[in-house]
């Protein structure tokens, strides 16, 4: 079954549900910077993303530098944006 880009309204109101996260428009994908005192915890932090993003077979694009974590989500089965990225940004939301 083929995954389904987001309509236009359907990121718009997807958006408006999450805390800061921005939609790129050149890359279709959602953004997100999040800090941390250290690089253990930002790690930990990225470990249980990866732990998550393993079970729902959808994994972030992401870089870290000490303890800043940057991440885009996108699905390029759907050519950009689709449920799948909301549901695990809100996962990743739910760990800070």
Sequence with gaps: MAIAELTDKERNDAMAALGGWTYDADAKAIRR??????????????????????????????????GTVDIALTTHDASGLSLRDIDLATQIDSFV
Excluded: C, G, L
């Excluded at 732990?51 to 994994?59: G, W």
């Design 33 to 66: 910077s999040f800090r941390f005192p250290d690089f253990a915890e930002a790690f930990a932090f990225m470990t249980r993303i990866a732990i998550v993003a393993e079970k729902m077979d959808h994994h972030p694009e992401w870089f870290n530098v000490y």
